[in-house]
């Protein structure tokens, strides 16, 4: 999520709506690099919260608590 220096409310939608699908699947997901604005979006709509999401300020941190194998 480095590349995205903003995020609306559509987006959050949309992003929301994509983690429920993964997780409803078992999947857990991992965003990296969140800049400041999603950052205050992703907390403010309690996204940051959510079970089977985890926040990370790299993509080297994010792989590093992904299990060995997948």
């Known amino acids: 999520m480095s590349a995205v ?9 949309a992003l929301e709506s994509a983690i429920r699908r ?5 999947i857990g997901v ?3 690099g969140v ?3 999603p950052l ?8 940051g919260e959510r079970e089977g ?3 990370h300020v ?9 299990p060995a194998g997948q």
Do not use: H, M, Y
């Open 58 to 66: 790299s993509l080297a941190a994010a792989l590093s608590v992904v």
């Open 53 to 55: 999401l985890s926040l």
């Open 40 to 47: 205050r979006a992703l907390a403010k709509a309690g996204i």
């Open 5 to 13: 220096p903003t995020i609306d409310s559509s987006g959050l939608v």
């Open 22 to 26: 993964l997780n409803a699947r078992g």
């Open 35 to 37: 800049q400041q604005q």
């Open 30 to 32: 991992a965003l990296a």
